[in-house]
């Protein structure tokens, strides 16, 4: 059950919102109860007092009240939520940060932002490539691939669902292999191929509903979709991934310089 924070000791730290100021009254509340959580006086699953009790120990009305939730809630830092007795207004978890710059794998990831990764599998089946995946991996149409899909978990929960395909003439016996760790890791020990350079497209996307149910969100969550192609040093193509990340869990990230090649076969092209 989460804890509904009305303890005085960080009510008492409002600001005086008659006083004179060049802002207006909601961004001051935004920028107090920012504040307030990056104390820690408020800490993610921490419920907020219900709007019309809380307007009115600010002095405010609720329209100024929630034009500071609507603002914090689009920055992430708190999420609202509807339904009888498990509405409200939440401190939310601090995002994850995913940086793409390196092509680091999932595992990887988690372990530079000190989170504690995992895998379950959803399936994994030797198929014929679609049109996507042939074209990705530079297979002939119906070319053997391995399916693999897992979602991904950070601190055990939820974070992304990855769909990930994987040439079977490269990787004859992929599926025959633990897949719950780190895939990166497996075929480079293994198979001798490591994934250096990457192509990768970010959109937005609406989920399914089996999506949103391995991701343990609503079908409306907007989800972050990362489209990528690894290669070898040499060039070679030897994976196509279609990524969902949960967007009110991780902040994808990436670095770039001037003057790199844009969208090259074989170098990284994060866009």
């Known amino acids: 059950m989460a804890r509904v924070s009305s303890d005085p000791g960080w009510l008492g730290s409002a600001p005086d919102l008659t006083a004179p100021s060049t802002l207006p009254a909601h961004t001051r509340i ?8 990056e104390r820690r006086d408020l800490v993610p699953g921490d419920k907020l ?9 600010l002095g405010v009305s609720r329209m100024t009240l929630r034009q500071a939730l609507a603002s914090l809630e689009k920055a992430g830092t708190v999420v609202r939520k509807r339904g009888r007795g498990v509405g409200g207004t939440f401190v939310s978890e601090a995002r994850i940060e995913c940086d793409l710059t390196g092509l680091a794998g999932f595992t990887e990831q988690m372990q530079r932002a000190d989170v504690r990764a995992g895998a379950r599998l959803v399936s994994a ?6 049109r996507a995946a042939s074209d990705a991996l530079s297979l002939p149409p119906g070319a053997a691939v391995h399916e693999v899909v897992r979602v991904r978990t950070a601190n055990r929960r939820p974070l992304a669902l990855e769909r990930a395909y994987f040439p079977a003439e490269v990787f004859p016996d992929l599926l025959e292999q633990g897949l719950t760790g780190s895939i990166y890791r497996l075929i480079s020990r293994r198979y001798g191929q490591r994934p250096q350079v990457a192509s990768e497209s970010l959109e937005p996307v609406i ?3 089996e ?3 391995l991701l ?5 969550t907007p989800l972050m979709l990362i489209e990528r192609t690894a290669y070898s040093g040499s060039g070679l193509a030897l994976e196509y991934a279609r990524d ?5 869990r991780v902040r994808i990230s990436f670095r770039t310089g ?7 076969k074989g170098t990284a092209s994060n866009s």
């Open 30 to 37: 935004e920028r107090w109860l920012m504040g307030v959580i």
């Open 49 to 57: 007092p219900v709007e019309e009790r809380f307007a009115a120990s």
């Open 125 to 130: 089946a030797t198929i014929a490539a679609d």
């Open 207 to 209: 989920p399914t509903e």
């Open 211 to 213: 999506e949103a149910r």
């Open 216 to 220: 343990r969100v609503e079908a409306t």
């Open 244 to 248: 969902l990340f949960r967007s009110d």
């Open 258 to 264: 001037i003057g790199q090649a844009d969208g090259a």
